[in-house]
C-alpha cells in the first residue's frame, strides 16, 4: 500500500498546482499535513480493530467539510473562513480537502481498498485493477467488476466489513493476532513510480518554497 510519505508527496504536487498565488510554506504544509493525518487510523487500528481505512478513510471525512466551506462562503451573509482568514484561508481550506480526497482517500481505494462509505455503509471497496485497450476485447477495466450470474459486485471489488478486514502495517504486522516477535517494516516506497514521484514532489516543492523566498526578497 502506498506509504505515508507517498501520500504526502502526491498532496505536494496537488497543492503546488492548485494553491498557485497563494502558495506559501504554511499554505503547502498544511495541504500536507492534513494528507498525512488521514493514516492515525493506523493507530486507532489499535485499540479497535478495522478502524484502519476505514475511520478517517471515507467520504464523509472530505465531503462534510467541503458543504460546510461551501455553504459558509456562498450562502452566508458573513463568511467565517473569509472574515476570518480571507481568500488566503478559502483557497488553502478547498486545496487541502481536493488533496485529501485525490492524493490518499482515493489513491487507497484503488490501492487494496477502503471503506468508503462508512459508517453509513460499513463494506469494504477495493478498486484496484487496470484500464486497457485491447484489439480484441476493446476498452478493458478491472477497477469495478462484476458478477456475470448475479450481477452484483464482484468478490474482488467487495472484501468486507471492518469486523473481517485488517490490514497489516508497521505497527501492527498481524491484525487479528499477537504480534509479538513479528517484523515490523514501514515502508517508504513500495515501487520505483513511487520512489519518482517522491522525489520529484519533493524537488518540486522545495523548487516553488525557494521561489517564493527570493520573490519576497525582491
Known amino acids: 500500500m502506498p506509504s505515508v510519505l507517498v501520500h504526502v508527496a502526491f498532496a505536494g ?5 492548485l494553491l498557485g498565488e497563494r502558495f506559501d510554506g504554511r499554505a503547502i504544509a498544511i495541504v500536507m499535513v492534513a494528507s498525512a493525518s488521514i493514516d492515525l487510523d493506523t493507530l486507532v487500528g489499535l485499540v479497535f480493530p478495522g478502524a484502519h481505512r476505514a475511520l478517517f478513510h471515507n467520504i464523509w471525512i472530505v465531503l462534510i467539510p467541503a458543504v460546510i466551506l461551501y455553504w459558509d462562503v456562498t450562502r452566508r451573509e458573513t463568511s467565517f473562513v ?6 488566503y484561508g478559502y483557497r488553502v481550506a478547498w486545496v487541502t480537502l481536493v488533496t485529501v480526497l485525490f492524493a490518499h482517500i482515493l489513491l487507497d481505494a484503488f490501492y487494496s481498498g477502503v471503506n468508503i462509505l462508512w459508517p453509513l455503509h460499513d463494506q469494504f471497496y477495493d478498486l484496484s485493477g487496470k484500464l486497457v485497450l485491447s ?8 477497477f469495478v467488476e462484476f458478477d456475470a450470474a448475479s450481477g452484483t459486485l464482484d468478490e474482488s471489488t467487495v472484501r468486507g466489513s471492518t469486523e473481517e478486514t485488517y490490514y497489516s502495517t508497521g ?3 498481524t491484525p487479528g493476532e499477537s504480534s509479538s516477535g513479528a517484523e515490523r517494516t514501514f515502508p517508504v516506497a513500495e515501487t520505483g513510480e513511487q520512489l519518482v514521484l517522491v522525489v520529484a514532489s519533493l524537488g518540486t516543492v522545495a523548487y516553488r518554497l525557494l521561489e517564493t523566498e527570493r520573490a519576497d526578497d525582491e
Do not use: S
Open 82 to 87: 473569509l472574515e476570518r482568514w480571507g481568500p
Open 135 to 142: 484489439t480484441e476485447r476493446g476498452i478493458v477495466q478491472t
Open 13 to 17: 504536487l496537488l497543492g503546488t498546482a
Open 171 to 173: 505497527f501492527n504486522p
